[in-house]
Each structure stands twice: as structure tokens, then as C-alpha cells.
């Protein structure tokens, strides 16, 4: 029981650090630039897939204040075709006594060259062994992107709104139930170097951002760095790009709780 507590304290504390669900940690290349979930994660924002050039599949692990308990791992597939772009992800969080599961379909369109509208529906699965209780939860994601030129991008993004908890409503998991409204940009200051930023709030109306950057100093190698508020979190990562494959590290620092690390890898075809 003791172990059980203190892996809810410490999930709690994720949540307060990232204000995000345990589930969907942001693909590794926007951690590496501060988590910028509106315009470079398709597992939150489902417009992105419209937008994207190639299909892919990508695989990520992120590893929370090197604690083998708070590990997420996200499996996805995205399909973009010109009349209806699609998407698969699958993600898990946990351990044996605690575990979270998700599986999210994704539809997306381009609206001509310049907007795209996503919309995503997923269903979550907790489950606590050592107190025998489970909980669900189907929810919406409903992104919007617009290109006011072919370098820059803006998005508007809600997660998790509206959801709906199936199961054991008394189960205390705010962080499972709670939603976000963000806004974003991308922006290519110039061909080696691009800037990504957000602001978001979610349900208690707490504000925070995210800055970061993104450069190439050779065609298939690049350099990330990058900052998220609400606590101050510092990130960098790099990214190598093989072919078809592209390998994507990095690492977030927090103050009180330590390092946390992913690895990333996608294929591209």
C-alpha cells in the first residue's frame, strides 16, 4: 500500500509539472523544444495530420524523473490522403498496480491549402489493483490549424473536452479527468532554424507556455532546446534522420524532482 501511495503522489506531481494527462506525453521532438503540443504533436493536435507530407508511424518512451513506474509508452500510425486523413494511437502508462491505457482514432481534412480541422476520439482505462477499482473515460479532441504563409503555422486546440467517465466516479484522478484549451505557432524563422511557442489553460484556469527552438546545422542532424512554465522546465534534445527513419532523444530538467527522458524513433514512407 505504501508503494501504491507513493506512486499516486508522484503522478500527482507530474500532472501539476507537465498539466497534462499521464497518457499522452508529447512526441519526443516537441519535448526536446518545451512541449509545444498545438502545432508539432498529432497525438494531441489531429489537424497536424492533414498537414503532414508523408504517412508514418512512430513509437516514443518517455521516462519521468528516471522512475521505471512513470513511464509512458505511445505507439501511432498517421494516414494523411487528400480527402480524409486518419490516425491510430495507442499508449500506455504504469505499473503492474497501476496502469492507464488509451486508444484514440483520429480524422482529419484540409480546407484548402491554408486551414485544417482534426477531430479525435479516444477511450482511457484506469486500473488500480490494490484497490481493486477502475475507471474509464471516452473523450473528444478538436484541433484547427491555419498557414497564413508557408513558413508559419497557428493552432487552436481543446483536449479532452467533452469526456464522459465510465465506471467508478468516487476514484480521485483529476489529472485522468481534467482538459486543456491551447494555442500555438510554428514558425521557420529561416531555413536552419524554426521557433515553436504555446500558451494553454486548463480547467482551473491555470495559464502556462511553452517556448522552444529547433535547429539544423546539417540536413539530417538537429538541435532542440526549449522551456515550459508552470513549473520552469528546461529541455533539450537532438534528432538524427536516417533515410526514411528518423531517432529523436531528450531530456527535461525539473528542479525538485530531477531529469526525465524519452526516446523516440519514426518511420516515414
Known amino acids: 500500500m505504501k508503494r501504491f501511495g507513493y506512486f499516486l503522489l508522484m503522478g500527482n506531481l507530474f500532472w501539476a509539472a507537465y498539466g497534462a494527462d499521464n497518457l499522452r506525453a508529447p512526441d ?21 495530420i492533414a498537414f503532414q507530407p508523408q504517412k508514418s508511424i512512430h513509437l516514443n518512451y518517455i521516462n519521468r524523473y528516471l522512475l521505471k513506474e ?18 491510430l494511437d495507442l499508449s500506455a502508462f504504469g505499473y503492474e498496480e497501476y496502469k492507464e491505457l488509451m486508444v484514440r482514432l483520429s480524422v482529419a481534412k484540409a480546407l484548402g491549402e491554408r486551414w485544417s480541422l482534426g477531430v479525435a476520439f479516444h477511450y482511457s482505462f484506469l486500473q488500480t489493483v490494490l484497490l481493486e477499482q477502475s475507471q474509464g473515460r ?3 479532441d478538436v484541433g484547427i490549424l491555419f498557414k497564413p504563409m508557408n513558413n508559419l503555422l497557428i493552432g487552436l486546440l481543446t483536449t479532452n473536452l467533452p469526456a464522459v467517465i ?27 532554424l524554426s521557433i515553436a511557442g504555446s500558451i494553454s489553460v486548463d480547467e482551473q484556469h491555470k495559464p502556462m507556455g511553452s517556448l522552444g527552438m529547433e535547429y539544423t546545422p546539417y540536413s539530417t ?20 534522420r536516417l533515410r526514411q ?25
Open 221 to 240: 542532424f538537429y538541435l532542440r532546446a526549449g522551456v515550459q512554465s508552470a513549473p520552469l522546465l528546461p529541455a533539450i534534445g537532438v534528432g538524427y
Open 28 to 48: 519526443i521532438r516537441s519535448v526536446g523544444m518545451g512541449g509545444n503540443e498545438v502545432t508539432q504533436a498529432p497525438l494531441f493536435n489531429p489537424a497536424l
Open 245 to 269: 527513419f528518423t531517432i529523436d532523444t531528450a531530456a527535461i530538467y525539473h528542479r525538485a524532482l530531477g531529469m526525465s527522458v524519452g526516446i523516440g524513433l519514426s518511420y516515414f514512407f
Open 166 to 192: 465510465i465506471g467508478d466516479k468516487q476514484l480521485e484522478t483529476a489529472d485522468f479527468e481534467s482538459y486543456l484549451v491551447q494555442f500555438g505557432f510554428h514558425w521557420q524563422f529561416i531555413n536552419s
Open 138 to 140: 471516452v473523450s473528444t
Open 70 to 87: 512513470l513511464g509512458t509508452f505511445s505507439g501511432s500510425c498517421y494516414l494523411p490522403t487528400h480527402w480524409l486523413s486518419t490516425g
